[in-house]
């Protein structure tokens, strides 16, 4: 027979794709597991399907559960449009747009999870099998998984479409799993975008996850995964880029912008790569390696800090303050090299008032080399306040204050703090002798050049 | 109705896409706006469309022109192949080749722009919307857009393919947008490859864009985008990858060739990255920033400068000299960083004559910091004129000269040069004390030790 | 006619795509020539095809010989697994396990090449085209080819499915060609992954190619090319990465796991990038240049070196000492700038006994420039043995070995050596005065700083 590995969920005869397309889709895997039922028959037999979701609205009642390998969920559309934007818009100007919602091959996630029951029971798709071999080559390409709306979070802030919370997780992976993929997707809304437990040889590639709570979480433990080329922003309180206990992972060649809590949080991961990336963000604690992380590198990575320019969300911030780090280092023998780190802000908003903002805070270990990174530190010049801009104008604000770099003077930091706890470090052309704090003692320093001395 | 929203242009029952494929698209599009016509509807209604093109020859009379975001033009084949190289090759040799023009899922652009009528009027793919929301999620991907020959000029010169002159642009994006991917896309023989005003998080990856008399713009202002992963090669007069006044743009991992005026031209542009890139240029100003670009890191590139070694076009260049700079950097807190930089070429072509080359000339701005880049200037000795090879011959010609780094001797140049005009700047590690020419009052320097000194 | 240049293998009307997908697919081939037979009709003529091949177990039995261009060959699914771990479990575990074979849209090749035939006889897509232009823009996407054994090699272990060895190539391109792109593929347990010879412009980027001899072969002559962002990993005895006499490279953000004999062997490549890799391997030699390889960047890597954890491949090494170096360079004006290596190995396991490993060895060549190299050298503490764990835990062996940074003392390691045969290198903050080894008469040098001192 021909073209039984192709399913059209649209095409499929159980179930309404519209109405609940998790019902569909596990019928399909149901399907599948049927008619690839012998794990070895000719040298093969389960050499799983691909299932192709056009473009559309499908509302998602049930959650899909797979624990066959080789599967492909494939659309023709990452759908991203900003829905911060559209839930800042007032109403009567909101009557006058031509759309209102993402798009493409588009999953609406109508679940009603509870806090109560975990992260998986909140996924739109749950990927679990046990035994062995881990459950492999599983691939998300193309398609948009939005969750609607966020929630209130009894903050009190009567905010709920700013809360970055609703239970919500587009791709749960909960067990041992091998050569993965997840490219092309856009992910919004979401109080999780993609966490992925005990993954071996992940691809996280050329995907859109913004405005989601957070983005991409590697939990558990693994190896060789790669985070590579996505368009990446988490709300105030979350992680865009989190990793524990992994090892051998290449974040590259990321776009990572406002507002997450960091860019990229590390926790107890080991020789791993961060490179070419690109960070935005607006609060300190933009890379945090945190609970011992050892021999990893980042180098050639651009760094910006500014303030949050958009009116709607300058209430709510990461709750650091700017002697927590923009970098904070916990851990031995890690590389930051040729790096450029920009941070600008108006002296009115640097907490506590008046000190010097720290950039890069090595706050326990040994032996790190944090070498030929360029600092530009500058105090933005107040303007009057922009904030009258309507909301709905959230790009030319963002644009505008990006490009506002000659009205500002220069400002003092500390380029790079050592704190007594952590010694041989060699900090080189990192800043000048007044600029890195440090023992000196117990420590290596080669200043940077201070012109005309 | 199932599949209603996937569409392919050889069976669409409107127009004939052999013979005017624009109309066909513009009919599919008009389809679209017809069954989607209301914003919000059970939590979605206008979720796009697909368009497939399937391998073919689709001329293309009538420009498409998309106002409806989430739509996704995808093909099965880039087709890239030199129409230069065909076009410089004698009939008679041309009578026995396998094909001459690109293929793939193959756009033949055969407009006739009036020049007066600017770029837009020129585009195959005219990307257009007023009003809120900005368009979002447009999608290219994986088709060959062709402008089929270059024009003559008016110079005189009667050499019309290799002008790079007809008017013609690839996909022309006129309006604020969000979103957008171009992937996958070969595109030749065009004036203009790609041009987008006003983008937001827009994805160019992957592409072949060559052999266009632009590859790659960005205009108007726009903000953290990402031009990866493509290879990219201009003609003599053109940008291979332009922006202007865009802040957070992301240039990783391209392979650019010859023969752009520039490889990477920065207008205005700040806080962005071009890390990882492979350049390799035939002229002085390979890398461009001017008009004050500010806080940009340029990391861990390879650049190449050596002489055309084709005959056809060795009579072209840009027209800038050697004390313009292989660099040229207009603006402050920059950082160049880690950096190998090549430059091989016969002495008697160097302009004016005898002067000695600047490889990196700052000449307004302060505050940047240049260190750890290997600069590596060698002069070719001179051997038998190649131009007796035949045209065909190309590829032979090109990795023939390439290859040849054993035939030189150290060629002495400037390798950093701090203009008058620029202040505070911070030279380390990129070339000794006689190699650095600057105001050592006002600026940083550390020379690049010597060996045996 | 629609639709006629897009083809897929199980509805073709000749031949059994199960059987012998390979003779479906010439006949595909012969097809496409016949009906594009004319080179240049109403400006195209030969616009190639796409050919699909849907999830399923497809075996080939007769090489497919491709010589047309723009053919596309696309499926949906790169089906990759541990054949490896599943080779080395017993007979009575598999029992037990969910699949044990590779999937997604499988190629399973069923050749018997013979030796003497060389490595294109052995090859399952075979890539020829004689005359004028190059051949151009064939590309091969998303589907799986396994070599399904590996063969004794004589070598009296009995060990047949860990040789490496069985003759088969995954796609062989044996004539000069342009723009070429090789993306989402799985290729596994073949001797042979990916050789091409003569490349321009070629792509091979986000595939998947492990469990193979050797996994990608640039031969020849070629130039402007790009392996990245591909997880790749050789046996250990062949070659991760390859090339030969090429120039213009960019190898980018790959993650490049053992067990290679190398990650990256260059052999007289020139004006070449390796930018932004994450390079794990267990033996010395990861990345060489050999035979005058000059004017190359390799930066912002992170190169790891460890022992085999894993008890099945401890007994199989690629024959190299410690004296080789972990990076061996032969040529000139190369540069090595802000790379990040760690070495870590029990002592006893150090060749010859007692010697101090060599990080960076130079060999030969002058004028390299290596800079803001971070060494991290530490032995582990020996452990109780680990080769009692069952082999299938392959994964949380390899990982539990990672994330073992704790466990260590410092290892005294030359971190640069440069032979009397290389001449005037420099060499600055890539190890202190005694961890560098060189004339200092003949090459310069500035030691990293020393805490404390």
């Not at 644009?399 to 220069?410: K, M, R």
């Amino acid at each position: 027979m021909v073209g039984e590995n192709c399913y059209d969920v649209t095409k499929y005869p159980a179930g309404n794709p519209r109405e609940d397309i998790g019902a569909v889709i596990n019928s399909i895997i149901a399907d599948i597991k049927n008619r690839q039922a012998v794990a070895d028959v000719n040298d093969g037999g389960k050499p799983g399907s691909v299932i192709y979701i056009p473009p559309g609205d499908y509302r998602l009642v049930t959650q899909v559960v797979i624990d066959v390998s080789y599967l492909k969920i494939v659309g023709s559309g990452h759908g991203f449009t900003s829905s911060s934007i559209r839930f800042n818009t007032p109403a009567s100007e909101l009557a006058h747009w031509h759309e209102v919602w993402p798009g493409g091959s588009r999953i609406l996630v109508d679940t009603s999870p509870e806090a109560a029951d975990g992260e998986a029971a909140g996924a739109a798709f749950y990927v679990k099998r046990g035994g062995n071999p881990r459950i492999s080559s599983v691939e998300f390409a193309d398609f948009c998984i939005d969750g609607l709306h966020f929630i209130d979070d009894g903050s009190g802030q009567n905010d709920a479409e700013n809360t970055y919370r609703n239970g919500k997780t587009g791709i749960y992976v909960g067990s041992a799993n091998d050569s993965f993929r997840i490219t092309g997707m856009g992910l919004i809304y979401l109080e999780h975008g993609v966490t992925v437990h005990d993954a071996d040889a992940l691809a996280i590639d050329n995907n859109f996850i913004a405005e989601c709570g957070n983005c991409i979480e590697l939990k558990g433990m693994g190896q060789a995964s790669r985070i590579a080329n996505n368009f990446v922003g988490a709300g105030y309180r979350g992680h865009s880029i989190y990793a524990e206990n992994y090892a051998g992972i290449l974040v590259s060649s990321n776009n990572v912008f406002p507002r997450g809590a960091s860019s990229v949080h590390f926790s107890g991961v080991v020789r791993s790569s961060v490179t070419g990336n690109r960070f935005h963000s607006f609060y300190p604690g933009m890379l945090v390696f945190a609970a011992n992380c050892c021999e990893n590198l980042v180098s050639s990575n651009h760094f910006l800090r500014d303030r949050e320019p958009w009116a709607p969300m300058q209430k709510y911030d990461n709750g650091l303050d700017d002697l927590f780090g923009l970098l904070q280092i916990d851990g031995s023998n890690n590389s930051l090299i040729a790096n450029h780190i920009s941070e600008t802000i108006d002296t009115k908003y640097i907490k506590p008032p008046e000190v010097k903002p720290v950039i890069i805070n090595v706050v326990s270990g040994s032996g790190n080399y944090i070498a030929s990174n360029h600092i530009v530190a500058t105090a933005e010049i107040s303007q009057k306040d922009k904030s009258d801009a309507p909301n709905s104008a959230c790009f030319s604000t963002q644009v505008s204050a990006l490009l506002s770099t000659g009205n500002s003077t220069l400002l003092d930091v500390t380029t790079v703090l050592v704190q007594k706890e952590s010694v041989r470090n060699t900090v080189l052309d990192s800043g000048n002798d007044e600029q890195v704090v440090m023992d000196r003692t117990v420590n290596a320093f080669r200043g940077t050049p201070v012109p005309g001395q």
